[in-house]
């Protein structure tokens, strides 16, 4: 088998990042749909209203987070499928050398979707078991009639089975299409990085700017992941500190859960990709004298305005979510307070972002610190 079970087990970021999708879209979607089939037992003015507001909100939050983590897992299932070619591309142009037709070495990357099964399949179980606490949460106000939780069979096949299987069709695709390369090039593992400098915007420029340069723009989707980390913990973290007042404790908290777990994970998974890229260029770099600290700032520097631009791009995410639930989906709802931008929240988050990144900055760099040029060379 080209790809194996353990390769499949590596990919740990896609089955957070589904978990966390499943967990949130089965909360509200099942809740929908089973306070959908009562409607006709409201009848307080009060609950209409509120009825609708809940509605629609299950409706947003469905189709924002998990279209947005959505796209996340896919563009982390192109990256990986991508990264597992390019590291076995002597294996892989043996077997096309050998007669293996593309479709047929490819056809063994459906074991990717396993990731997200595993994902899916536990967000889905962990979310049943809090249905019945989230029930009573969003009817705090007894405006309802108590309903029970009922599973869907439906729900857990669009939540379960067909993401597992469209990323597994997905991965086949994509792997097919990058083994459409000569079988030497598979053999030499050459990759074809596109140069996005000029020689003249390159001319004039100092060798350690030009390579951190070259270091972002080469690895695109290690740009998207960091500033999604950074996306994540400002969004996530703002979000849960103005719920106090919107929502409850407990959303507060499952909100901050899921952005921090997304946010290291991502982050974690981005750096050590970035590392172990770059571990050649550094074994060079402290060959010809570079100081640690001049290697840490031309690999791991560059990042650093991507994750600030993330943060608050995180942030203006957070602020127009909340500005339309409150002002368009709850706007008949008595007794929501009014909402404006929180800048304590704002500069508590920045704090924690700023250090929480340095921190592991600095872990890696000491990565960077105790990687031995003699294993480097020799790989």
């Known amino acids: 088998m080209v790809v194996g079970m353990k390769d499949a087990l590596k990919l740990i970021g896609i089955s957070v990042i589904a978990c966390c999708a499943v967990f949130v879209c089965t909360l509200f979607l099942n809740y929908n749909i089973d306070i959908t089939a009562?409607?006709?037992?409201?009848?307080?003015?009060?609950?209409?209203?509120?009825?609708?507001?809940?509605?629609?909100?299950?409706?947003?939050?469905?189709?924002?987070?998990?279209?947005?983590?959505?796209?996340?897992?896919?563009?982390?299932?192109?990256?990986?499928?991508?990264?597992?070619?390019?590291?076995?591309?002597?294996?892989?142009?043996?077997?096309?050398?050998?007669?293996?037709?593309?479709?047929k070495i490819s056809k063994h990357f459906w074991i990717f979707g396993l990731s997200v099964f595993i994902g899916c399949a536990l967000g889905y179980a962990a979310a049943f078991l809090y249905l019945p606490s989230f029930y009573e949460l969003q009817n705090a106000e007894h405006l309802f009639p108590e309903i029970k939780v009922q599973f869907h069979l439906y729900l857990?096949?669009?939540?379960?089975?067909?993401?597992?299987?469209?990323?597994?069709?997905?991965?086949?695709?994509?792997?097919?299409?990058?083994?459409?390369?000569?079988?030497?090039?598979?053999?030499?593992?050459?990759?074809?990085?596109?140069?996005?400098?000029?020689?003249?915007?390159?001319?004039?420029?100092?060798?350690?700017?030009?390579?951190?340069?070259?270091?972002?723009r080469g690895r695109k989707s290690l740009v998207f992941f960091i500033a999604f980390s950074a996306f994540c913990f400002s969004a996530m973290v703002q979000m849960s500190m103005s719920m106090n007042e919107l929502a409850s404790e407990t959303m507060a908290v499952m909100v901050m859960t899921i952005g921090l777990i997304l946010a290291f994970?991502?982050?974690?998974?981005?750096?050590?990709?970035?590392?172990?890229?770059?571990?050649?260029?550094?074994?060079?770099?402290?060959?010809?004298?570079?100081?640690?600290?001049?290697?840490?700032?031309?690999?791991?520097?560059?990042?650093?305005?991507?994750?600030?631009?993330?943060?608050?791009?995180?942030?203006?995410?957070?602020?127009?979510?909340?500005?339309?639930?409150?002002?368009i989906v709850f706007a008949d709802v008595e007794n929501i307070p009014e909402f404006k931008f929180d800048f304590t929240a704002f500069a508590v988050s920045l704090v924690l972002f700023i250090i929480i990144y340095e921190l592991f900055m600095y872990i890696y760099s000491q990565r960077i610190k105790k990687l031995s040029i003699k294993s480097v060379m020799l790989e």
């Not at 006709?40 to 003015?45: K, L, P, S, V, W």
């Not at 060798?207 to 270091?215: Q, V, Y």
């Not at 943060?311 to 602020?319: N, S």
């Open 38 to 103: 009562m409607k006709n037992e409201i009848t307080m003015a009060g609950g209409i209203v509120m009825y609708n507001a809940i509605v629609s909100t299950g409706k947003v939050v469905s189709a924002v987070s998990g279209g947005c983590l959505a796209v996340t897992s896919v563009i982390m299932l192109l990256f990986y499928v991508k990264n597992y070619i390019d590291t076995h591309g002597k294996e892989l142009g043996i077997l096309k050398a050998l007669g293996y037709s593309n479709f």
């Open 156 to 216: 857990a096949f669009l939540l379960v089975v067909v993401p597992t299987v469209s990323f597994a069709v997905l991965a086949v695709i994509y792997a097919c299409f990058r083994l459409k390369k000569p079988v030497l090039d598979l053999l030499k593992e050459k990759h074809n990085y596109k140069a996005t400098s000029s020689k003249k915007e390159t001319k004039d420029m100092p060798f350690l700017k030009e390579l951190t340069r070259s270091t972002v």
């Open 265 to 327: 994970m991502t982050l974690f998974l981005s750096l050590s990709s970035v590392v172990k890229t770059n571990a050649k260029t550094i074994a060079m770099m402290k060959i010809f004298g570079y100081s640690e600290r001049e290697c840490n700032g031309a690999v791991l520097g560059g990042y650093r305005p991507v994750s600030y631009i993330g943060f608050a791009v995180g942030t203006a995410y957070q602020y127009f979510l909340l500005r339309i639930m409150v002002d």
